[in-house]
């Protein structure tokens, strides 16, 4: 009798995560999967060809944006500090 209550308590050990790692698993909500905004880029100057078509997240296109909008405010502002400086 001892002898088969020590063959037991390892198969336990193993069959336990098992049991546990699948119960949890179907609690666990799906992954949720952004869905992609594409925007189309206009042609290039002289073509009669269609864009190009990019697409990416809402965050990376808030990304894209955000940094777009820094890099025009930076350029308006050397372009008005260089008025300035000009030399007559």
């Known amino acids: ?10 198969a336990m050990l193993f069959v336990a995560p098992a049991i546990a790692q ?18 189309r880029d206009g042609p290039a100057t002289g073509s ?7 697409c990416h997240t809402k965050a990376e296109w808030d990304r894209i944006d955000g940094a777009n909008a820094r890099n025009a405010d930076d350029v308006l502002q050397r372009s008005r500090d260089n008025i300035g400086t000009t030399s007559r």
């Open 1 to 10: 009798m001892h002898f088969k209550m020590m063959a037991a308590v390892p």
């Open 22 to 39: 699948s119960a949890t698993d179907a609690t666990a909500p799906a992954p949720v999967k952004e869905k992609k905004m594409c925007r």
């Open 48 to 54: 009669i060809l269609g864009g190009h078509v990019t």
